[in-house]
């Protein structure tokens, strides 16, 4: 028998996931003064895709939680996956957690990371808790009913957190780019001369000259600003959906809008919606994600957005990820 999940059923997951995550991040700020005194840290592929044992117990506890509260639903977790538990994707409602998105932020006590809790529901992200424990940001958003940032125990404010403003080109674009954990030749090339072309001036062939690039090492927040309207863009390729599954339901209940690459933008010719996050592009570990654009006497706000990303795969080398 399949699960009906409706607004009100949706409201009382939140408020078990928002108390989960406030459980889990208590144990990731534990583990971060645990962590500076000890050399427990395990690499996975290289020496750079890094995991703890906090990774690991912060997914046990929460994997153990949701099991008890909502039996019936999946469970997809990224230290779980990487064990070889992998769990294909239905239309039964299926929690999608990273349980430290910023590994190595967290080793290095660099405070931009969190626990990222989404949840699929008949094949697409429609709930989202994103709770960075160090700076007490705990970011939420539900399909429908908008996205939220709660600062400590104040109130929850709705995002984006000012009106936004129009968005010309990417030269007017503070943009988050990260280099991943893939450091071969191919990858690091391809990435080298997009974040080259994307910072340049004019002197730098197709170059954009974006007014800033940021690069701080966590999917799930990089979604999470552009909702809250620090960051303009994000963009990466080799992530995966357990980085973004949460952060895509924030930033799309604020007005932005998530894609896969400039495959899926090229059908948008075809009457195909280039913004609908299918469950080809959660699991296609390729996402620009752009915030909220107002309408225009000139443009609704979805063209300028569609514009927009048209100008940034013109730019960047849309590569296959590792």
């Known amino acids: 028998m399949s699960t009906i999940l409706g607004p009100a059923e949706l409201r009382s997951v939140l408020t078990f996931t928002v108390n989960l995550a406030r459980t889990a991040g208590t144990l990731i700020l534990e583990g971060s003064q645990a962590i500076q005194s000890t050399s427990d840290i395990n690499e996975k592929k290289n020496a750079v895709d890094l995991v703890?044992?906090?990774?690991?117990?912060?997914?046990?506890?929460?994997?153990?939680?949701?099991?008890?509260?909502?039996?019936?639903?999946?469970?997809?977790?990224?230290?779980?996956?990487?064990?070889?538990?992998?769990?294909?994707?239905?239309?039964?409602?299926?929690?999608?957690?990273?349980?430290?998105?910023?590994?190595?932020?967290?080793?290095?006590?660099?405070?931009?990371?969190?626990?990222?809790?989404?949840?699929?529901?008949?094949?697409?992200?429609?709930?989202?808790?994103?709770?960075?424990?160090?700076?007490?940001?705990?970011?939420?958003?539900?399909?429908g009913q908008g996205s939220y940032l709660t600062r400590g125990n104040g109130q929850p404010q709705k995002l984006p957190l000012a009106s936004p403003k129009p968005l010309p080109s990417l030269s007017k674009a503070q943009i988050a780019i990260e280099w991943g954990s893939d450091r071969g030749v191919p990858a690091i090339t391809d990435k080298s001369d997009s974040f080259l072309k994307l910072a340049g001036d004019s002197s730098i062939p197709g170059g954009k000259m974006a007014q800033s690039l940021r690069s701080m090492g966590s999917a799930a927040l990089n979604f999470s600003m552009v909702a809250q309207g620090g960051l303009d863009m994000y963009w990466e390729i080799g992530c995966w959906p357990w980085d973004v599954c949460a952060g895509i339901v924030i930033a799309q209940e604020a007005g932005g809008v998530v894609t896969g690459s400039h495959q899926v933008l090229a059908s948008a010719s075809t009457g195909f919606d280039p913004f609908k996050v299918t469950s080809e592009v959660l699991a296609g570990r390729k996402y620009l994600v752009i915030r909220g654009i107002p309408d225009t006497p000139n443009e609704t706000g979805k063209q300028a957005q569609l514009r927009i990303a048209q100008e940034f795969y013109a730019t960047v080398n849309d590569s296959q990820p590792k």
Not at 97 to 107: L, M
Not at 125 to 133: E, R
């Open 52 to 143: 703890t044992q906090y990774d690991v117990a912060v997914e046990n506890l929460v994997m153990g939680e949701i099991q008890k509260a909502y039996p019936t639903f999946k469970f997809i977790g990224e230290e779980s996956y990487s064990s070889g538990a992998h769990q294909e994707l239905t239309d039964e409602p299926t929690f999608c957690v990273d349980p430290i998105d910023g590994t190595t932020n967290f080793i290095h006590g660099f405070p931009f990371c969190c626990i990222s809790l989404g949840l699929i529901y008949q094949k697409r992200p429609i709930l989202g808790v994103v709770y960075n424990p160090f700076l007490e940001y705990l970011y939420t958003g539900i399909e």
